[in-house]
């Protein structure tokens, strides 16, 4: 599967204004779909502050660990001294091999406290569990899959979690859907979603959760758009977004990857451009909102940015990013106030690295 996925052109309406859309490689499976997406359905009058991102406090002795998803190496790498580690550095592990059920794995979420990571796999038509992550390595099947006709997944790309609630959001762009599936520590094979959002026509890239406030954010690669949900957890059936950050000024360009910074801040990975966008007060952006940052250029090693993801321990503000066409991950500091065309404080890049096609990260700050 190449890096752009196969999709169909569509054209979206967002409000009055219509946009040409990408054409995006995601899998040979083609849905049918038709109509407007991520159209707003209201408008905030009355904005409120945003909620920075809690930051967290450091564990003693923690050096973290960074995991990185190979898209064509069918395989987890696991960088041990993540909050440090930079060049051309060999991963401490690798989940690969027939059993593991990897098929060009795509963006993750790591729940740290149970030491549980979950990856969308598309090309297995699943998402794939492992506990105990930490200790894994080498030809290991996951401890759960999140496969069959009963979990509506054709090609997830996309996972976020909700851990208070104990909700695992999977996007999935070949229907349009985001499906939340509940308990998420324990579903597994051929589980039900407890819900299905629907959004008609949607060529979903990522998807991130503000569980403090409830709200969920979704990027629509081929309108150039993201869709902001009040009240997720609430949501079923058909919905249309509460707000969306849309327009020629956005500078959106196939928006994959999403985050949130420590000052409530919205970063988005824009895979069409090889740029990180920041938006500021993402609970309450809408419309045609200008970026407060633009990192892009030769210096910042961007090409096709997928996954991006907070170190919440740094209050430098620090994101690392995933690069499928530039093979490396980089991390760059003051992302809310520094931009341009930047170096990376970080990058992990190099032939030792065993990158092939690397798309999502994920990071464990507590061990």
């Not at 196969?6 to 109509?35: D, E, H, K, N, W």
């Not at 069959?148 to 979690?161: E, H, M, R």
């Amino acid at each position: 599967m190449n890096q752009r996925h196969q999709r169909r052109a569509a054209r979206i309406t967002m409000g009055s204004t219509r946009f040409p859309g990408l054409i995006i490689l995601i899998v040979s499976v083609l849905a049918a779909m038709s109509g407007c997406v991520i159209s707003p359905r209201r408008t905030v009058d009355n904005s409120t502050s945003p909620t920075p991102t809690p930051t967290v406090t450091p564990v003693p002795g923690a050096t973290g660990k960074l995991y990185v998803s190979n898209q064509n190496g069918n395989s987890i790498l696991r960088f041990d001294n993540a909050l440090t580690t930079t060049g051309d550095t060999q991963p401490d592990a690798t989940i690969i091999g027939s059993g593991t059920g990897l098929n060009q794995p795509q963006f993750m979420a790591l729940d740290p406290a149970a030491d549980r990571l979950f990856v969308a796999n598309p090309g297995g038509s699943s998402v794939l569990v492992w506990d105990a992550v930490s200790t894994v390595n080498g030809n290991t099947p996951p401890t759960r899959t999140i496969s069959g006709l009963n979990t509506g997944l054709i090609a997830p790309v996309a996972v976020a979690l909700d851990v208070t609630r104990d909700l695992l959001y999977v996007a999935d762009p070949s229907q349009g859907d985001v499906l939340v599936f509940s308990p998420a520590s324990t579903a597994g094979n051929n589980a039900l979603p407890s819900r299905a959002l629907t959004i008609t026509g949607a060529d979903l890239g990522g998807i991130a959760l503000d569980t403090t406030n409830d709200r969920l954010y979704i990027s629509d690669s081929s309108a150039n758009a993201i869709g902001v949900f009040d009240n997720a957890s609430t949501l079923n059936g058909p919905v249309t977004s509460d707000r969306a950050i849309t327009g020629t000024d956005t500078g959106l360009a196939g928006p994959g990857g999403l985050t949130l910074d420590l000052s409530g801040d919205l970063v988005v990975s824009n895979g069409g451009n090889g740029t990180v966008t920041v938006y500021p007060s993402a609970a309450n952006a809408n419309g045609d909102v200008r970026p407060i940052v633009i990192i892009g250029g030769s210096n910042s090693r961007l090409v096709t940015p997928g996954q991006v993801i907070l170190n919440p321990t740094n209050s430098a503000n620090e994101i690392f990013v995933a690069d499928s066409t530039a093979q490396s991950v980089s991390t760059f500091t003051g992302v809310s106030s520094s931009g341009g065309n930047i170096a990376p404080a970080r990058n992990l890049n190099g032939g030792s690295t065993a990158f092939n096609s690397p798309r999502g990260v994920a990071l464990d700050v507590t061990r």
